[in-house]
């Protein structure tokens, strides 16, 4: 339809009239149609175009649909995935697949940690993979029960040993940088050494936190007080009174190492390259170890899995000689000292030690120590059992 303008009325409005056109006419002709068309159509339901287009489901389909999930995350799971490691791995190798596992987990341990990432992903893994083997704790030890434990080299807790010393009632972190300020401690974190009384001032932490490293009582600045302390931690009452001077063929200087550590802390699985029966005491803190020894399997030398141990204050524990051992603070300040002693001796323990490492060649042995990052791979050779004034000693 179309408007024509007119001529303009006396109160100045335009005027405009209708005209139809042919076209107009067509138009709405077909519109009618259309609409009659559609009206005369039945209406169908659920968007049909007709109630006979509607079809229902069976139930069984949705039976078979529900069931089929299910079944298909199962097969996913044990058959798709395995094949896909199993693929993948035939390509590149399983210890680089592996590897990159471990990347993966040491990036997120490091990227959540407050501290320093201490402990790599694969080191844990062995750790996870410990023994059910648990550790005695004893109290009221006799002399000779204590000796039969060293002898076949089985690591012992002994619960009692501190309970009448004085340090024990007084020795923690707070106590020794107040009242030690000047004596020197290896950061592990910084990797630099300084006075403990520098500890709480670090700038990169704050106060305590991340606190992590060792008192080496053989330095000039600690040396000073080695007296002292030793003093006031006295030989448990099951041992000789001058057991921390005893070296068997001459007298020594008492060999101690102090060791501070917070939560998040700890040394990863690692070898002493020492002789020495260990007898390490535990001041404050709660702190994990895990220990482990050479076993031979044929002809090849492994890692025993990792026995873990907790110790608490109070506590003392005793382990020896090719002894693999991490520790890991999980409360509190943790402070402890390790003695090196030369008596009582683990004889059988050692024996069979040394039988074992003759049975095997020497590339299995230097792969053995190897995978604990050792210095010297032979320094179990400089070792041996003495026998002197009715006592074995180990030197």
Known sequence: MAHRRTQQSDNGETAYENRTTDGDKEISAASK??????S???????????PSDVKFTPPFVGVIMALSLPVSLLVFWYITLPFLWWLVSSIVGVDFIRNIMFLKEDIAAALTSPCALWIPADERAYLNDHSDWTVKRLSNVTANQFIDFVNRGEPVIVTDAMKDWESFHKFNCTYLIENYPDVEYFDWQGGRRMPIRYIPERWE???????????EMSWPANNKYLKE????????YFLPKDVYTDGGLAEKTVSMTGFLGTPSTGVSPHLDE????FMTVQFSGVKNWSISWPVRESDELKWAKPTIVTL????????YVSMRHHTEVLEGCSLSFSFLL??????????????DFKAVTQTERNKLFASTHAANLDYIDSCSIVHNNGKDYII
């Open 33 to 38: 149609h259309l609409r009659g068309e559609l």
């Open 40 to 50: 005369r159509r039945p209406r169908a339901k659920y968007g049909a175009s007709s």
């Open 205 to 215: 932490q704050a106060g305590m936190e991340c606190a992590s490293g060792y008192i």
């Open 229 to 236: 302390w030793s003093d006031q931690m006295p030989a448990p």
């Open 274 to 277: 020492t002789c020495d029966t």
């Open 312 to 319: 608490y204050p109070g506590d003392i524990l005793f382990w």
């Open 342 to 355: 030369n008596t009582p001796a683990p004889k059988q323990y050692f024996e069979n030690l040394h039988e």
